[in-house]
């Protein structure tokens, strides 16, 4: 029932900026955290982001300083703005919900960086 969808992915250059939105529909109670994975071609699911209902934020040591995930105001959407890319934030990004305790998925957008 409940259903996410990102959006904002597309190719960037090197040292370049994007900004990633996911929005939540459905029946939605008790959010206990949002966050976003990536994952590049032939490796695994990788965590990158984290919201978290108490409104406290943590990052992966490979994007801490460059990425920043934040919430909007109707508190169902997500972003991640991502600063300084390199060519290995290569991936396709997913956001994740935890919803009463049961973790929900995007669909993915990809995210290419390259010159």
């Known amino acids: 029932q409940v259903q996410l969808v990102e959006s904002g992915g597309g190719l960037v250059q090197p040292g370049g900026s994007l900004r990633l939105s996911c929005a939540a529909s459905?029946?939605?109670?008790?959010?206990?955290?949002m966050g976003w994975y990536r994952q590049a071609p032939g490796k695994q699911r990788e965590w990158v982001a984290v919201?978290?209902?108490?409104?406290?934020?943590n990052y992966a040591d490979s994007v801490k300083g460059r990425f920043t995930i934040s919430r909007g105001n109707a508190k169902n959407t997500v972003y991640l703005q991502m600063n300084s890319l390199k060519p290995e934030d290569t991936a396709v990004y997913y956001c994740?919900?935890?919803?009463?305790?049961?973790?929900?998925w995007g669909q993915g957008t990809q995210v290419t960086v390259s010159s």
């Open positions: 994740n919900f935890v919803i009463n305790h049961y973790n929900y």
């Open positions: 459905g029946s939605i109670f008790n959010i206990n955290s």
């Open positions: 919201f978290t209902s108490g409104g406290s934020t």
